[in-house]
């Protein structure tokens, strides 16, 4: 477990506000203080749990790590002396226009969170759930690298992969609120004809891993450590991150003749980083977009791996709740 603050400045009076936020991921939980103005003053970070074998690999099961968290957060809003006015949290699942989870892909869930983190919050204190990709997408459309754009397609590249479409700083999130399944994509036959599955088993973190344990030799768990190898020389760490950076990067200038988007962001923990992977999405991008007059740039999304953070923390606000009900 990490703990991180920012400390009140010398004479600065403790009754300080601010929203406490979650962004549950399939590899950790992570949970912050955020002020109204985005500025993390206080974060944790915890293991997300494995479910057992009979859960089929999920993750949190009955989403007791997302409690744990919220508690622990709330405990150190109180230690710190930080009024809670609201709490906000991002999954990775489908979420509906109700704030409700309706799909069990990543979380071994059997209760809704937004009941959970209800439980245990202050009676009346209000409760917001909201997809984790919309969450980054509103984070960096409100403080970050989107903020003055009209538009952009935000894209997280993590454990795993989504995408939303931001429109006048609010993330699309479509009729049933499955506006984000960019990793259900097929992989482009240009890259890799043989391949059978989707593009998030392709090119997320964890598909990485994968597509490289399966090369033989020890398990490789993600991207980080792929890469490690493939700067130590290793060739099949090397193809496995260049064709997944290939196939993003296809697929992305394909999304920009049907969207044509101001700008494509780049966020997620994978995504905000730099190497092969990244040089291959690139220049894969660049050749499909060939023929178009000034392409969308892409960007790397400022505000990191705290995006999604800072994002729940506007969930509440019924403007940002209103955004991911559009």
Not at 109 to 135: H, Y
Request: charged content about 20%.
């Amino acid at each position: 477990m990490n703990t991180s603050s920012i400390p009140a400045p010398t004479g600065e009076p403790s009754g300080r506000t601010a929203v406490a936020a979650l962004d549950v991921g399939g590899t950790k939980i992570a949970a912050g203080l955020v002020t109204a103005d985005g500025t993390l003053l206080h974060r944790r970070e915890l293991p997300t749990a494995t479910a057992t074998a009979a859960g089929g690999g999920l993750r949190d099961p009955g989403l007791t790590g997302t409690a744990r968290a919220a508690r622990a957060l709330l405990d150190d809003a109180a230690r710190l002396g930080v009024t809670v006015t609201a709490l906000g949290a991002g999954f990775p699942e489908y979420v509906d226009v109700d704030g409700e989870l309706t799909s069990r892909e990543v979380l071994a869930w059997d209760v809704q969170p937004a009941a959970v983190l209800a439980a245990l919050a202050a009676p009346g204190l209000p409760v917001a759930v909201g997809s984790d990709v919309r969450c980054g997408a509103l984070g960096e459309a409100r403080h970050g690298v989107g903020r003055g754009l009209p538009d952009f397609l935000y894209v997280s590249l993590g454990t795993g992969l989504s995408s939303t479409v931001v429109l006048d700083g609010r993330p699309v999130a479509g009729r049933r609120g499955e506006a984000i399944a960019l990793g259900e994509w097929e992989v482009p036959a240009s890259v890799d004809r043989d391949w059978r599955g989707n593009l998030e088993q392709y090119c997320s973190g964890r598909g990485i891993g994968e597509r490289r344990t399966a090369c033989g030799g020890s398990p490789v768990p993600g991207a980080r450590e792929v890469t490690a190898l493939a700067l130590s020389g290793d060739p099949d760490a090397a193809r496995v991150l260049d064709t997944a950076g290939r196939a993003l990067g296809t697929v992305l200038g394909h999304l920009v003749r049907v969207l044509d988007p101001s700008a494509i962001v780049l966020g997620g923990g994978l995504g905000t980083g730099d190497g092969p992977l990244h040089a291959a999405l690139r220049e894969a991008y660049a050749h499909t977009t060939r023929t178009r007059p000034a392409p969308p740039p892409i960007r790397r999304a400022a505000l990191g791996p705290d995006a999604g953070l800072i994002g729940a923390a506007a969930l509440p606000a019924p403007s940002g709740l209103g955004a991911l009900l559009s």
